[in-house]
Nanobody, 121 residues
């Protein structure tokens, strides 16, 4: 029900925009967000946006990433600028009906399949 896209290979300093299209139901009342995961590490919260448009970010992406949503299209976006090699990961979109602006992985209601972002140095 959540389909992420937009990943790819980019050089350090470049930009990518991830999209997460929802289907099967409306997610207007859900907090939407993005997580990322690298091998041998836990999935990490990256950004979240609630139904009112308030947002939260993990410290390492503040000022570089922007999360937004288009409720009419049932889609959430993650604009990633000034990318660094340490941003390399599989990125997952997520939806949580009870969260504020920060999503917790164990409480997520819906997960999308990941999209790989690779940032070369």
């Amino acid at each position: 029900q959540l389909q992420a896209s937009g990943g790819g290979l980019v050089q350090a300093g470049g930009s990518l925009r991830l999209s997460c299209a929802a289907s099967g139901r409306t997610f207007i009342t859900f907090t939407m967000g993005w997580f990322r995961q690298v091998p041998s590490k836990e999935r990490e919260f990256v950004a979240g946006i609630n139904r009112s448009g308030s947002t939260s970010y993990t410290d390492s992406v503040k000022g570089r990433f922007t999360i937004s949503r288009d409720n009419a299209k049932n889609t959430v976006y993650l604009q990633m600028n000034s990318l660094k090699p340490e941003d390399t990961a599989v990125y997952y979109c997520a939806a949580d009906q009870r969260a504020g602006t920060v999503l917790v992985g164990t409480a997520v209601d819906y997960w999308g399949k990941g999209t790989l972002v690779t940032v070369s140095s």
